[in-house]
């Protein structure tokens, strides 16, 4: 069972940073309000005291209750709706409308994996993905969520796509979306590190900032000369960190975009 936690926090800038900080506690699922923040975990992952020593900087509380599983596409469905960037790309559910005036349409079931397109973080993704030459490229989609990143990879031409999650909601999620898009050259497999057995052209992590700290230097490691990655689920406040480590494994960073709080930052080797 999942838990639905309810944070009355109304100013969007703490919506945001209380995404990026409960990811780092394994919260799966949000949902942002004019009043208040939704904030999904599963129940073995919920630490009350976690929740709320990061409160308290707001002094903030919360409610919560218990989400049945069959429960959260009716839920989605309430509030989901297709985000689009710019004529590039249409990320839209099953049930909505065909959106024609875009380049590249997907359709992701909307579940509680991550990257619906509607955070920030996947949308500066896709945007900075329209102007990679993935042609023949060999990507890796590190915290795949629900594959959208990935589905978008092979629509652009690369030649193979492996994406990584290590939830298995994600997994199922992901195999479902790549088969309602129809893809052929994406493999999915559930791992909680990069494998260390093959070099990759491009590597998409937008994940967390803990995650990315962590697995930088062997994403660099697997990367072959050349190669880029793209970096998102970063706070503004995270970029010094992440800059720092970036320069330390010799990855310069090459672009940087923003939206609200959130950035996504390209590195080259």
Not at 238 to 243: I, K, N, R, W, Y
Request: hydrophobic residues 40%; glycine residues 6%.
């Amino acid at each position: 069972m999942h838990l639905h936690i309810t944070i009355p926090a109304a100013d969007v800038s703490v919506q945001e940073i209380l995404i990026a900080r409960l990811e780092d506690l394994g919260y799966d699922g949000f949902q942002q309000e004019d009043s208040h923040l939704d904030a999904y975990v599963q129940e073995e992952k919920f630490n009350a005291a976690e929740l709320g020593e990061l409160l308290s900087r707001w002094q903030l509380g919360y409610t919560s209750q218990g989400v049945p599983e069959k429960n959260w596409n009716e839920e989605w469905e309430k509030n989901f709706q297709p985000v689009i960037i710019g004529d590039f790309c249409a990320v839209r559910a099953s049930f909505h409308t065909p959106i024609t005036n875009v380049t590249h349409e997907l359709v992701i079931t909307p579940k509680m994996s991550f990257g619906t397109g509607h955070h920030a973080t996947t949308y500066m993704m896709i945007k900075a993905m329209q102007h990679l030459d993935l042609r023949g490229k060999s990507v890796l989609d590190f915290g795949t969520g629900t594959g959208v990143l990935a589905i978008l990879a092979e629509r652009l031409g690369a030649g193979e796509v492996l994406a990584i999650d290590h939830d298995p909601w994600s997994i199922d999620n992901a195999r479902e979306n790549i088969e309602e898009n129809h893809n052929q050259r994406v493999r999915v497999k559930q791992m909680d590190t990069i494998p260390d057995n093959r070099l990759f052209d491009i590597i998409l992590a937008n994940i967390n900032k803990h995650v990315i700290l962590k697995e930088l230097s062997r994403m660099k490691q697997q990367l072959k000369d050349g190669g880029v990655i793209l970096l998102s689920g970063l706070l503004h406040e995270d970029s010094q960190d992440v800059e720092n480590e970036a320069l330390k494994n010799d990855l310069p960073i090459s672009e940087r975009l923003s939206e609200g709080n959130w950035i996504c930052l390209k590195l080259v080797k």
